[in-house]
């Protein structure tokens, strides 16, 4: 049993199979999933996924790169919508300095609302972070995000920096690129974290693991991301599903 802590059935390239890509998820023994909202659009629709099925559960946020486009209006709406039973954490947010789209300044200033947010609401939160770590880890701090914990998605950066995430109640989660060839940094970091703070993700449509590189990912993968860090700790691919699945219920507050 696995859980895919960080997937997209929500974005436009699921449109025309979304239901079965869940159902080969569930066949591939993926019984749970947390699906991201992170604009206008997919911040609903993630919701919507999330009452069609038991086992997937919702979170809502505004992603750094269309920080630019988020009013206080939207604030707002996202607050009321964190009450629904099945959103389960706020995100995804953070920042991302690969794209320019929106200023550095505005994605500081709506990365500390939704922190606020969450703070407000007692829910963790979902932080991707692009080439901005240490800005990251700062306002983590000056905004004591300790208080509510959260997720490193998609953890891209050295072992150096996962000391200050576990410090302030920080999970990992570790995708595809555990499993490519020539990425040293995720396979230092899958045998460094703490066993009771590691969880696993696809962030389905992007970064499929090898073998699938490339192309279209989806949450059935995730299998492949287990198998690599079993592999790398060398543990049974059966307790790394069960103790990153625990992980995962155990961050999201499900029973
Ligand atoms: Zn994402």
Redesign the pocket.
């Given at each position: 049993m696995l859980f895919d802590t960080?997937v997209?059935l929500n974005a436009r390239q699921f449109l025309e199979d979304r239901e079965e890509t869940i159902q080969r998820a569930f066949d591939a023994g993926v019984t749970y999933m947390t699906v991201?909202g992170?604009d206008h659009e997919t911040i609903p629709l993630a919701i919507e996924i999330a009452e069609a099925y038991e086992t997937i559960y919702a979170a809502v946020g505004r992603?750094p790169v269309d920080a630019i486009d988020m009013t206080d209006k939207e604030l707002d709406w996202i607050e009321e919508l964190a009450k629904h039973p099945k959103v389960v954490a706020i995100g995804?947010m953070g920042l991302d300095y690969h794209w320019d789209k929106s200023p550095k300044d505005v994605q500081k200033d709506v990365f500390r609302k939704q922190i606020r947010l969450a703070k407000k609401l007692k829910m963790p939160i979902i932080i991707?972070n692009r080439e901005a770590t240490e800005d990251i880890i700062q306002i983590l701090k000056e905004e004591n995000a300790k208080e509510i914990g959260g997720i490193m998605?998609?953890y891209s950066d050295s072992v150096k920096y996962v000391d200050d995430c576990l410090d302030m109640n920080f999970y990992i989660s570790l995708g595809g690129p555990v499993t490519f060839k020539n990425a040293p940094l995720p396979k230092e970091v899958a045998q460094y974290v703490p066993l009771d703070r590691l969880l696993i993700e696809t962030?389905a449509p992007?970064l499929a693991p090898h073998p699938n590189r490339g192309k279209r990912n989806e949450p059935a993968y995730v299998k492949l991301v287990a198998e690599k860090i079993a592999e790398l700790r060398n543990m049974s691919y059966e307790d790394i599903s069960e103790i990153t699945t625990k992980n995962a219920f155990r961050f999201f507050g499900i029973e």
């Amino acid at each position: 049993m696995l859980f895919d802590t960080h997937v997209h059935l929500n974005a436009r390239q699921f449109l025309e199979d979304r239901e079965e890509t869940i159902q080969r998820a569930f066949d591939a023994g993926v019984t749970y999933m947390t699906v991201v909202g992170f604009d206008h659009e997919t911040i609903p629709l993630a919701i919507e996924i999330a009452e069609a099925y038991e086992t997937i559960y919702a979170a809502v946020g505004r992603h750094p790169v269309d920080a630019i486009d988020m009013t206080d209006k939207e604030l707002d709406w996202i607050e009321e919508l964190a009450k629904h039973p099945k959103v389960v954490a706020i995100g995804e947010m953070g920042l991302d300095y690969h794209w320019d789209k929106s200023p550095k300044d505005v994605q500081k200033d709506v990365f500390r609302k939704q922190i606020r947010l969450a703070k407000k609401l007692k829910m963790p939160i979902i932080i991707h972070n692009r080439e901005a770590t240490e800005d990251i880890i700062q306002i983590l701090k000056e905004e004591n995000a300790k208080e509510i914990g959260g997720i490193m998605h998609c953890y891209s950066d050295s072992v150096k920096y996962v000391d200050d995430c576990l410090d302030m109640n920080f999970y990992i989660s570790l995708g595809g690129p555990v499993t490519f060839k020539n990425a040293p940094l995720p396979k230092e970091v899958a045998q460094y974290v703490p066993l009771d703070r590691l969880l696993i993700e696809t962030d389905a449509p992007y970064l499929a693991p090898h073998p699938n590189r490339g192309k279209r990912n989806e949450p059935a993968y995730v299998k492949l991301v287990a198998e690599k860090i079993a592999e790398l700790r060398n543990m049974s691919y059966e307790d790394i599903s069960e103790i990153t699945t625990k992980n995962a219920f155990r961050f999201f507050g499900i029973e």
